[in-house]
């Protein structure tokens, strides 16, 4: 019978263990960053990439917009640092390389944030923003109230179909979901994200959208953060 070597072993162990500290990693990514400091802004924020923003006129109704949110901190919002205004935007030939813009929005309350009221205020005034990112929340879910969940099948189309569309997902869509639940009482379907890692953020469009492509239409959308739930979970105790 024949033994590995010494050499053999100390390679097969060295492979073993970045296997594993890499496992670990994919799987865990808080305990690799809990003193890690961020280098983005601090509190929580909701950034806006705007399809269309091209002048000072644009960045004006969108904030008129956005003004009875409740929840977002549009005084001290900011937006794209150069804009066109309105008569330069009306010069004859007046072009950009890229007409979209983002528009970045402190969070001064989470709970009373409402992503699907955000959406929709914006569609009202003739705007879509192509995507909601999310950061400043390493725990979170987000929490859908969907009026039609009449049956079981209702419920198992949902998670069968939101893992369908994150498993086809090319572009790398939906990467942050680790789950998803279905309350058929309380006719919720919350999206539980992994770990958010500083300075990370989540597009919250992408489900949203997934749940449109799959039949249904959110009356809200809501961020639950890891501080609300273990007080909801205490207070049940």
Not at 4 to 11: P, R
Not at 109 to 130: C, Q, S, T, W, Y
Not at 169 to 186: M, T
Not at 214 to 232: D, F, N, V, W
């Amino acid at each position: 019978m024949k033994f590995a070597s010494m050499k053999q072993i100390i390679v097969l162990t060295a492979i073993t263990c970045a296997l594993l500290f890499g496992l670990d990693y994919y799987k865990n990514p808080q305990l690799w960053h809990s003193r890690s400091v961020s280098m983005a802004r601090p509190g929580v924020r909701l950034t806006l990439w705007m399809n269309h923003l091209c002048c000072l006129g644009c960045l004006a109704d969108v904030r008129q917009a956005l003004a009875e949110v409740p929840g977002i901190d549009l005084a001290n919002a900011s937006g794209p640092k150069q804009l066109l205004t309105q008569a330069e935007a009306n010069m004859q030939g007046a072009s950009l390389p890229d007409y979209g813009n983002t528009v970045e929005l402190p969070i001064s309350d989470l709970e009373k944030l409402d992503l699907v009221a955000v959406d929709k205020a914006l569609r009202d005034k003739g705007f879509v923003a192509g995507r909601m990112e999310l950061s400043g929340v390493e725990h979170f879910r987000l929490e859908a109230l969907l009026e039609h969940l009449c049956c079981g099948m209702c419920d198992r189309s949902i998670q069968e179909r939101v893992a369908f569309l994150k498993a086809k997902g090319s572009a790398g869509q939906l990467k942050w979901l680790d789950s998803v639940s279905v309350d058929h009482q309380k006719k919720t379907v919350a999206a539980h994200a992994r770990f958010l890692e500083p300075g990370k953020t989540v597009d919250v469009v992408e489900f949203l959208s997934g749940l449109n492509y799959l039949g249904y239409e959110p009356s809200s959308l809501r961020i639950i953060s890891e501080e609300k739930m273990q007080h909801t979970t205490h207070e049940g105790e």
